[in-house]
């Protein structure tokens, strides 16, 4: 499996909608520790080394 | 005399003495508050039908200045319907690429425009007090015909005594005041609206802290016509967002987000102004083309509602019953959906063809459609304003990522613009009876498609039709009635079934027979024909049980 950087998620506006919400009450070192979190979780669901690997790379191009 | 808030683009309906002025109260089926696009749809559609509407005005005229630039495809369908479709399509710029930028960057271009086989456009820019005069220029070609239209203009409504059964109206006009009686009060008043007031009723939902500067500027220049959208400018006092949008007359619509705490008159000091626009302008290759300021503004956005569209015998319609946000250009569009829902059950429970508990409907479809648009543009307006240092850090995370991937662009959010609501699972909805498409689902309204000539919603015109596709309707039936509502038959037999009508209607089921409503949603569908099963569905669709 490679890394999908095409649309996947259905109703990207209530996905993002309840990503901002998640921090919503949240200080900046709060947030920032609930990010890690998630990241961690999400990459732990991804599982396949190369596909982390790929994302790690993705997100740094900016 | 009435107050003069406003100056008038276009004197349409100047004020004229009628005899009722002086006479005792003279009593009115429908009559409607507000003539601004909502007020005018709904006149023009009941008086289509044959039921008589009063409209009052408080001024003579459209007022200067546009607010709605954005007509969206589906209420260019209803427009259609009208008889005034044609002309907003003459006049109107038709657009379908929209840009976003990031500061100095492009972060992706969008395309409105996927599907072939559609009457109309997307969308349109159209300044709307065209839209509006259209609108009226058409209610007189029907009022020539015989049309039961009135609009009696610097007619201000200045008190409202509500009998339950029927409502009285103190107005006031430039010689004195009179009363009126309605057995329906239609409130088109607009988001102020002086009805809501009147009656004591809330308007409660969220106040975005932001100001938006709004210049019209008339120019000639070669900027494409497409929408062009920054994040962040990277031009001189752009605010946070700006906006560069093509309308008819060489006139652009730019927009400044300006933030929250503003000197508004220091704001709209035309030198300023032009300040602002000079560097946006001149920010693609350093000229700056010669324009003039026609109309500037600034706003601030509310997105709220009523909680209920119906109060006895008065129900609200457009900004008067529910207010956005412009990111999605839901405005103007919804309310003439408003319109569209509600002047088909009017007209039917005034002729006392179907029991007022219609009206109902027309309050649970459209609040529906009302939290629907509220939704989005509420989170447009969160994307574009993030409202903390981590939703900020997500946005800009957001658009970095969209210039270099495909998947983060849908997540980009410079307003989701206008589609009709579907209307799944609300009470008039009859069976679902056929595998089909889900576009064409009960409570949806009626994908258009090429028919013969033309397209298919031009077939399903005036009251409730009967789709056959491929249908083994008796070629003696002309029509299926029920009490006192028939529903017309539109046979469209196999070999004239078009490619496009086939995969929005049929998908893989040979036949079909779509029960449609007179605003085009559809109301039942099944995969043969059963008179009995289509009157049942009848009633239901006119809230008979
Ligand atoms: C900056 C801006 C941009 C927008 N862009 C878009 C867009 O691109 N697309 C879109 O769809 N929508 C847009 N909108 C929204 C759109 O302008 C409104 O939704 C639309 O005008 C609502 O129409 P209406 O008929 O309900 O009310 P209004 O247009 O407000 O009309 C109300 C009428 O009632 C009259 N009236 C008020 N009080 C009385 C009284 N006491 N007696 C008699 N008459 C009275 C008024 O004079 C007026 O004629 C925008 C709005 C703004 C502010």
Redesign the interface.
Known sequence: MSL??????PD??G???S??QA?EG?S?TQ??AY?ARLILVLANHIGDRAVLADALK??H?? | MPDVRYETAFKLYPYEKVAAQDTAPVRHPVVIVGGGPIGMALALDLGQRGTPALVLDDHDGVGLGSRAICFAKRTLEIADRLGAGQAMLDKGVVWNVGRVFHGDSSVFDFNLLPEEGHAHPAFINLQQPYFEKFLVDQIRVEQAKGAPIEIRGRNQVTGLHDHGDHVTLDINTPDGSYQIEADWLIACDGARSPVRDFMGLSFEGRVFEDNFLIADVKMKADFPTERWFWFEPPFEGAGQSALLHKQPDDIWRIDFQLGWDIDRAKELDPDRIRTRVDAMLGSRDGTIPDYALEWTSIYTFQCRRMEDFRHGSVLFAGDSAHQVSPFGARGANSGVQDADNLAWKLDLVVKGHAPEALLDSYSTERSHGADENIL?ST?AT??LT?K????QI?RN??L??A?????A???V?SG?LSVPCVYDEMPLNGPDKLHAPHVSRVGAPCPDAPLGDGYVLNALVGGFTLLALNADVPTEVTGVTEADVTARVVPVPDDAITDDLRARYLGDAKSAVYLIRPDQHVAARWADFDTASVRAALRTACGME
């Open positions: 999908n950087l095409n649309p996947n998620i990207p506006d996905f993002y909608d990503l901002v921090h949240l900046k947030s920032d990010n993705a997100a191009h900016a | 989005n989170r969160d994307f993030p903390s240092e981590t939703s997500f995370a957001v970095q990522l210039q270099h991937h495909a998947f662009r849908p997540l959010n989701r």
